[in-house]
């Protein structure tokens, strides 16, 4: 089963690795990060200030192996880390890498920028996440349905097309752009806006969306039916929102030049469960690494660092990746933009 580890949390059962032991397990680690291959003693003989001969890590391998921190699959082959042997690595050893001022002051700007609307935020903070971590950036947001409207305004985006923003509590506006049958101006928007304010303020979004639909004093008015018709038609699902980037990252790692692995990992990315949950069904506020996924099949062998968004909404985002991933760089650029994005909820 998948393990959730929290960096400084170390188990009562984890093993107390002597300085040899920890020095090698932690080279291993570092050196397989970078080749993605099983890695043997002549190799890390040949790491800068690793002081052992090959004999004497070879026991020392055997030792972590004992402990179940490594494994191999045959007598010949070299050493990989364990799912228990990175869990541990994430507790016991594992500091955030500092992030460079100039990459925090664009994770800024760029959050800044998309801060109007919850969608479009999390979309950002979803290519962010993929851009400084290399791996595939995530974000969810659960459905709005039980969100309480506090204010409405339509904005004319061209002849035929319209922009809703719907001001929700705290704040949050989410935004739906309506493709309209007919020409509309300015005027004739505004006079929407003002019978639809009217009729939906107060309501959950999810009865807006059955009043948009239903209500018939809307659908009698013929501008306020063609808002209504393309605010129905253009609202999307009602499950919430996933974004995700960075598959083409994934495309260049060895472990996924299987194509049909690869395209089995992108459906499950694609529909959202079960990565979606495990994003939100954790601390909140704190960056958590879910080591060793087997929720499904296609996550064997991938790890998820997360962040669970506190507050009303229930929303989350992550880095998932290879379980080699550098979890050292994914946990200090998720807990840097999950935190800017709280500050946004």
Do not use: K, N
Not at 244 to 256: C, D
Not at 276 to 281: G, I, K, P, S
Not at 299 to 323: D, I, Y
């Amino acid at each position: 089963m998948s393990e959730i580890a929290f960096p400084g949390g170390p188990r009562r059962d984890d093993p107390e690795l002597s300085e040899r032991q920890r020095h090698i397990f932690l080279s291993l680690l570092e050196l397989h990060r970078r080749t993605s291959q099983p890695v043997g003693s002549d190799a890390l003989s040949r790491v800068p200030g690793v002081p052992w001969s090959p004999a004497g890590i070879r026991t020392t391998l055997a030792e972590l192996e004992s402990l179940g921190m490594l494994h191999r699959g045959h007598a010949s082959a070299g050493r990989l880390p364990t799912p228990a042997g990175y869990a541990f690595h994430v507790r016991r050893e594992l500091e955030p890498a500092p992030l460079a001022a100039s990459v925090l002051r664009e994770v800024d700007e760029r959050l800044r920028r998309a801060s109007r609307d919850v969608e479009a935020l999390l979309a950002e903070a979803s290519r962010l996440l993929s851009e400084l971590t290399f791996q595939m950036g995530l974000a969810v947001a659960a459905a709005f349905e039980q969100e309480r409207l506090v204010h409405l305004e339509l904005q004319p985006l061209g002849p035929r097309r319209a922009l809703m923003a719907l001001g929700l509590g705290g704040g949050v506006v989410h935004t739906v752009v309506l493709p309209l049958e007919s020409e509309l101006d300015e005027e004739a928007l505004f006079e929407a806006a003002e019978a639809l304010r009217s009729r939906l303020v107060g309501l959950t979004l999810g009865q807006v969306r059955m009043r948009l639909a239903t209500d018939l004093e809307l659908i009698d008015d013929a501008t306020v039916r063609i808002v209504s018709r393309a605010a129905t038609a253009s609202w999307g699902h009602a499950d919430g929102a996933w974004f995700s980037a960075g598959a083409g990252e994934f495309a260049t790692q060895p472990e996924f030049a299987d194509r049909e692995r690869l395209g089995s990992l992108l459906r499950v990315v694609e529909s959202g469960p079960p990565l979606d949950r495990l994003m939100v069904d954790t601390v909140e506020g704190q960056a958590a690494v879910h080591v060793a996924l087997d929720q499904d099949r296609a996550l064997t062998g991938l790890s998820l660092v997360s962040f669970a968004l506190p507050g009303r909404q229930r929303a989350g985002l992550g880095v998932l990746g290879p379980l080699r991933m550098d979890y050292a760089r994914c946990l200090a650029v998720v807990d840097a933009v999950g935190a800017r994005v709280a500050d946004y909820l």
